[in-house]
């Protein structure tokens, strides 16, 4: 289950770039820092809900 969890938040982190890359032609670096943000947070609370 770790390895599917870790790998979700790897697509979740790799989805802001690819879809600002799909809607404009270009990959900006703010879309990678929010991709790896959401990433990041994904892996961090994950599905336990956690609250801050």
Known sequence: MAT???LISLLIS???PAATWAA???IRFEFIVLGAILGI???????SGTLL
């Open 4 to 6: 599917v969890h870790r």
């Open 24 to 26: 404009s032609g270009e």
């Open 14 to 16: 790799l989805a802001a």
């Open 41 to 47: 947070a994904d892996w961090y609370w994950g599905p």
